[in-house]
């Protein structure tokens, strides 16, 4: 078994050291050349119309009464499922692509709600969606909304930024360089105690036998 290693953040070297920051510069490069933000885009448009359509069809389905727990859990599911892929497919890294994922989390809600408004009311009026929207007013519609319209909108707007939020952004690529760095720096350490030890035993016989008495076998 190999000895557990522990790093205290004292024992590694300041986030200005020339090394440190030679190597987080070069993590965050890596990073962002590794971004595919039109794959993230592309994957995102089939999601975003997928959950218009769910969101939609809850909110008709409930008749735009659903409880509030289960409408704050589906916003951010469905923010989620959208964001997570084009984190994953797009392999994002700098935020403003986590603010787009989250701008797409909140277009999603907001076309969800017009688009459960347009079923209802084309059930109501026994017209179909395509007249229904033909006759639809933005300004009226959307000073119609609640606040709590808008806040389950956001919450789908936080649970896609969330999940499209890289797992290491620059402050903890920065962490990383300084524990590699010091890692580094212990194994320089140990090779030249090892080179050090390795000569002391070279020339420990040598000392042995000038040292020897004379006469001596």
């Known amino acids: 078994m190999t000895d557990e290693v522990r790093i205290y953040e004292t024992e590694l070297p300041p986030a200005d050291d020339p090394d440190v920051v030679a190597l987080a510069d070069e993590m965050i490069a890596a990073a962002r050349q590794a971004q595919r933000p039109g794959r993230a885009l592309a994957v995102a448009a ?11 069809e809850l909110n008709r389905l409930t008749g735009f009464d659903m409880p509030w727990l289960a409408m704050a859990a589906s916003a951010v599911v469905l923010g989620a499922l959208l964001g997570l892929p084009f984190r994953l497919i797009g392999q994002v890294f ?11 989390g909140l277009a999603m809600a907001v076309l969800g709600d017009l ?11 026994g017209m179909g969606w395509a007249e229904v929207m033909s006759h639809f007013d933005p300004g009226a519609w959307l000073g119609a909304r609640l606040p709590i319209d808008w806040l389950v909108a956001g ?3 936080a ?59």
């Open 94 to 104: 700098d935020r403003r692509w986590a603010l787009t994922a989250g701008a797409l």
């Open 159 to 217: 649970g896609a930024f969330m999940a499209a939020r890289p797992k290491l952004d620059g402050r903890q690529l920065g962490m990383e360089a300084r524990i590699e760095t010091h890692m580094a720096d212990l194994a320089e350490e140990r090779l030249e105690d090892e080179a050090r030890a390795a000569e002391e035993n070279i020339e420990g016989p040598g000392d042995a036998e000038a040292h020897a008495p004379e006469g001596a076998d």
């Open 155 to 157: 919450l789908g707007a």
């Open 46 to 56: 089939p999601g975003l119309l997928v959950g218009v359509v769910l969101w939609g």
């Open 115 to 125: 688009h459960a408004w347009a079923l209802i009311q084309s059930n109501a009026l």
